[in-house]
C-alpha cells in the first residue's frame, strides 16, 4: 500500500500564489506516477496535472497550463503542485494520487490512478 498526505491548501485573494505539497509513504517503489486533481462541489474529479517519479516528465490540463507547475523531489517522496494567478474558478479540493508502476501510457483519469490522499480545500475569494 501507498500513503499519501497533502498539506498547504487554504484561503487565497485571486491573483495570489498557493502550493500544496504531497507526501508518499509505503511501498513507493510500486508506484511511478504522481498526479494532481480537483473536485468542485457538484462537479467530477478533474485532473490537474501530473509528473512522473524517474524521470520528471510533467503534463497539464489546458486550464492550468502555464500557471500551475507540477515538481518532485524524489529523495523525499514528496509531490509539489505550485498555482500561481489563481481565480476564483481554480476553487477545489485538491487530491493528490499515486498509479502503480505500469506499462502503457500514463493517465490523465481518476480511474488510472491507485492511491489517493484525503484532498486539501484551496478557496480563491474574488
Known amino acids: 500500500q501507498v500513503q499519501l498526505v497533502e498539506s498547504g491548501g487554504g484561503l487565497v485573494q485571486a491573483g495570489g500564489s498557493v502550493r500544496l505539497s504531497c507526501t508518499a509513504s509505503g511501498r513507493t517503489f510500486s508506484t511511478d506516477t504522481m498526479g494532481w486533481f480537483r473536485q468542485a462541489p457538484g462537479k467530477e474529479r478533474e485532473f490537474v496535472a501530473r509528473?512522473?517519479?524517474?524521470?520528471?516528465?510533467?503534463y497539464y490540463s489546458d486550464s492550468v497550463k502555464g500557471r500551475f507547475t507540477i515538481s518532485r523531489d524524489f529523495a523525499e517522496k514528496t509531490v509539489y503542485l505550485q498555482m500561481n494567478s489563481l481565480n476564483p474558478e481554480d476553487t477545489s479540493v485538491y487530491y493528490c494520487?499515486?498509479?502503480?508502476?505500469?506499462?502503457?501510457?500514463?493517465?490523465?483519469?481518476?480511474?488510472?490512478?491507485?492511491?489517493w490522499g484525503q484532498g486539501t480545500q484551496v478557496t480563491v475569494s474574488s
Open positions: 509528473i512522473t517519479w524517474t524521470t520528471g516528465d510533467t
Open positions: 494520487a499515486a498509479r502503480r508502476r505500469t506499462l502503457g501510457p500514463v493517465p490523465t483519469t481518476p480511474s488510472g490512478y491507485d492511491f
